[in-house]
């Protein structure tokens, strides 16, 4: 029988985080329409993020602003590619905190909004400022991210929390083939289909139409939250739904009064280390995943001559699409199926291990594919890490909008210090032109110690 706690031991940094090994308790079913939604939901991100990529530097280039020739292309890419991030990191937590207080559904009625609007004022940009307004535009309004992750946790219990969160890196994987794809075959529309892209909008706005489409997406998604997505916080949904976490009185009224309080618990009482390490996991993984990320359409859009592959929007889209599906068709056969044969934080320890092999293979394409979907398996591990940590549900939107703000300043910092070092390496010829894939080697070494602090198993939450 499950028992109300007090303020202080809902933060007590002694709180145990241990599973008990006796008998597996049978897995509860995932609801699946909601579960559906929330991954069409969250599909849409990744393909507007990763539509850019493959005509980003190309934009650049076109756009005249740089110094220094095709080299210094990075910097100007970068900064474009971490400025929704660093929009991110300045607000995604108060949205995180407000759908703990006025529920998840409206702050991604507005995210959603806001991300349709903006890409579609980046398509129209036709200015360096005009992309940099656009894309710090879709960051500030956007939390849509760190939403999703909390309604999947109040949807799962300890169960099957491990097969829900597996569906991200899958879902990403998903939008990373779709998403180049649309970017790198929709991009300068009139130079493929003249008969159909003609007009001087097209000569004017030759990067609208990939943008256009990803708004699409996200107004398809907005429909979908208004017409279908039910309301998970507790105090906001509807009587229907029943809680599985903490239970304080019969009362109808104690229990809202109690969870509102929870909602608006000081953040410097959840700094506690079982919080914190998975959080700095999450950070830094997407750091180096997000500096991965830029390099590889810098890399292949790079001259031949500054030891680039100089491919085309159109063949990078088709590169990072065939790496997108494989990477989410291993994900989706087998990740669950290691999870339960490795463990948590030892699969977690062995694919941070291959990052530092990724970049040292970098040049080697053909290596690359195996390392990416063993290292791209540490999304899903780490987010049960982060879901487990929070003390109850009712701190759990303040602990995703933390590991969210962790993440997007890490994002932030990735794109414009990856493009930069490439830049430089290329330019000074640091260290053979590789330098940057010396400090990403490091970096990676460091996850590797950061991963060893998790703890070694998870505490079962529902009992």
Not at 3 to 19: C, G, Q, W
Not at 133 to 154: D, F, P, Q, Y
Request: hydrophobic share 50%; with cysteine.
């Amino acid at each position: 029988m499950k028992t109300s706690k007090s303020h202080e031991n809902i933060v007590n940094e002694t709180t145990p985080l241990v599973l008990a090994k006796g008998s597996k308790k049978p897995k509860t079913p995932l609801p699946k329409l909601q579960m559906g939604l929330l991954v069409a939901l969250q599909l849409t991100e990744p393909i507007a993020s990763t539509s850019i990529f493959p005509y980003i530097n190309q934009l650049v280039r076109e756009l005249g602003i740089t110094r220094g020739g095709d080299a210094a292309v990075g910097y100007y890419a970068g900064m474009i590619e971490s400025l929704f991030f660093v929009a991110q990191a300045l607000t995604v937590l108060r949205w995180s905190r407000l759908s703990d207080r006025i529920g998840r559904k409206p702050v991604m009625v507005i995210g959603l909004s806001g991300a349709c609007i903006s890409i579609l004022c980046f398509g129209l940009s036709t200015t360096f400022w005009g992309l940099v307004i656009s894309r710090a535009m879709c960051g500030l309004l956007n939390g849509n991210t760190v939403v999703m992750k909390t309604m999947v946790g109040e949807l799962t219990d300890s169960t099957n929390m491990t097969q829900a969160f597996a569906m991200f890196p899958i879902v990403w994987c998903i939008g990373g083939f779709i998403g180049p794809l649309i970017g790198g075959t929709l991009a300068r529309p009139q130079d493929h289909w003249p008969a159909l892209f003609s007009g001087p909008f097209w000569r004017d706005y030759p990067y609208f139409l990939p943008s256009a489409v990803a708004a699409c997406l996200f107004f398809l998604a907005l429909v979908m939250i208004l017409l279908f997505l039910e309301e998970t916080l507790s105090t906001k949904r509807r009587p229907k739904f029943t809680s599985t976490t903490v239970s304080v009185s019969n009362s109808p009224d104690s229990e809202s009064l109690v969870k509102n309080s929870m909602a608006t618990v000081p953040l410097r009482s959840l700094l506690m280390p079982s919080v914190v390490i998975p959080i700095a996991n999450f950070a830094v993984t997407a750091f180096l995943d997000i500096g991965f990320r830029v390099l590889m359409p810098l890399f292949f859009s790079t001259p031949t001559y500054l030891g680039g592959l100089g491919f085309d929007p159109a063949t990078i889209g088709s590169w990072l699409a065939l790496f997108g599906i494989v990477d989410g068709v291993f994900q989706g056969l087998f990740f669950a199926r290691i999870v339960d044969w490795i463990g948590l934080k030892r699969l977690f320890c062995i694919s941070v291990s291959c990052f530092a092999p990724l970049m040292a293979m970098f040049p080697l394409m053909s290596w690359i594919l195996v390392m990416v979907v063993v290292w791209h398996m540490t999304y899903g591990i780490i987010l049960v890490f982060i879901r487990m940590s929070a003390p109850t549900d009712e701190v759990l939107g303040t602990i995703n909008g933390l590991g969210q703000t962790s993440v997007a300043v890490a994002r932030a910092v990735g794109p414009a210090l990856a493009t930069s070092l490439f830049a430089a390496s290329k330019q000074h010829n640091l260290l053979g032109g590789n330098a940057v894939f010396v400090v990403l080697i490091v970096l990676g070494g460091g996850l590797r110690w950061l991963a060893s602090q998790l703890p070694d198993d998870v505490r079962d939450r529902d009992e």
